[in-house]
């Protein structure tokens, strides 16, 4: 079904200029934040490793200011690749690793495997891996926490979350043993993840931003079959010139945000970023995502964690769609297909297109069964 235009009226409240800001838009430029008290200084424009395979992309980030990388155990030889990359310059890159193992002795042997993949003997900040509920991180886990950074492996320390943020920032401030939280953060998210953001950041937290980019979907071709046949002017909203950029600026001037893991594939990609932040947030970028949500609301998970555990079969329905996004969104078909088929087996056989049990409504208006439908069709 095409999306028209005029489907804007549910527009996210965050997503328009206050009036102050407009009287007196500043740009984000490659200056340094304080990454919360932990006294590293980082560029708000931070480096998702994951994004290239070309140790030369991210050599251009780090010439251009970029002095932040996200990696992770799960991205293959993708730190191999940055150690190869930072060699020469360690000390002026601020490295962020993790796990997602469950258990103590796994995740401290993942992160044994990072730091020498990394050819480095720390790691600046390691982070236990999408943890989205309370629960899951266990007391096993925070020992882990502890024993990276009393050993000095880990300079400082953390959690990831894709979803459920506002629930888990203030999780983890009451334990507090975060020094930093990676954080979905974007355009189409409700106004409370940027208050729980605001929160951990004023308590002292660092705070790192991810999933940016609303998927990017900057791929997109006219006609393409990926995308329901591609419409031309949904063609020329979603590759429309500063679609990117107008996401970057949007998550980068909240001054809560100390820094970003935006995956890069190519020079040229860098390079805009990096142009893009010279500019303020404007009320042209606010006209691009305006139009670009149009697209997304039935399509992009915003992460809330609302359907998490609804589905009585197991189906683990934000990670299936934000699988789906990486295919779809960022063109990572592999990333999005090794992560589906980690799925459990159980899991993987159920054909939610035959389920007639399905009775969730995303208040996202995310056609929640018709895209895990999609998913399991591309990605199993
Ligand atoms: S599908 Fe909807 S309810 Fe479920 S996590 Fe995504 S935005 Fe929230
Ligand atoms: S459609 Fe059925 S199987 Fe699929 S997520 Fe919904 S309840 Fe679960």
């Known amino acids: 079904m095409a999306i028209e235009p005029s489907r804007r009226g549910f527009l996210a409240a965050g997503l328009s200029l206050p009036a102050p ?50 990696t992770g155990r799960m991205y293959q030889n993708n730190e191999r690749m940055i150690g190869n990359a930072v060699r020469g310059r360690r000390q002026q890159v601020v490295i962020a690793s993790k796990s997602t193992s469950r258990t103590r002795a796994e995740a401290l042997a993942d992160l044994d495997t990072s730091l020498k993949e990394l050819q480095s003997d720390y790691v600046d900040i390691w982070q236990l891996h999408n ?105 020329k909203i979603l590759k429309q010139d500063g679609a990117i950029t107008a996401a970057i600026r949007w998550a980068l001037r909240n001054e809560s945000v100390d820094t970003s893991a935006v995956c890069m594939s190519d020079f040229e990609q860098v390079e805009d970023n990096v142009r893009a932040l010279s500019q303020p947030y404007s009320r042209a970028d606010e006209q691009l995502l305006h139009a670009k949500l149009a697209f997304l609301a039935p399509r992009y998970c915003r992460m809330c964690g609302d359907c998490g555990g609804v589905c009585e079969k197991g189906v683990p329905v934000p990670d ?31 054909r939610c297109g035959d389920c007639e049990a399905c009775t969730f409504r995303c208040a996202n208006g995310v056609r929640v069964r018709e895209r895990l439908t999609r998913a399991r069709e591309w990605l199993a």
């Open 21 to 70: 800001a407009l009287a007196q838009p500043k740009p984000t430029g490659m200056t340094r934040r304080s990454l919360g008290n932990t006294g590293l200084k980082v560029a708000p424009l931070g480096f998702g490793g994951r994004g290239t395979s070309e140790m030369g992309v991210i050599q251009r980030a780090l010439d251009l200011g970029i002095n932040f990388i996200d």
């Open 131 to 235: 943890k989205t509920r309370p629960e899951m991180v266990t007391g096993d886990l925070l020992e882990a926490l502890r024993i990276a950074k009393q050993s000095g492996k880990a300079r400082f320390v953390g959690i990831t979350s894709h979803l459920n943020v506002p629930e888990m920032t203030a999780h983890m401030l009451k334990l507090g043993v975060a020094d930093v939280m990676l954080v979905g953060y974007n355009f189409t998210f409700k106004p409370d993840v940027t208050r729980a953001i605001e929160a951990a950041r004023r308590a002292g937290m660092g705070i790192i931003v991810m999933k940016v980019l609303a998927g990017g979907f900057a791929r997109i071709q006219e006609k393409d079959p990926r995308y329901e046949g591609a419409a031309e002017w949904l063609v």
């Open 320 to 350: 299936v769609l934000r699988f789906l996004t990486y295919a779809e969104g960022y063109g990572d078909f592999p990333l999005a297909r090794r992560s589906y088929l980690e799925l459990p087996e159980a899991v993987r056989q159920v």
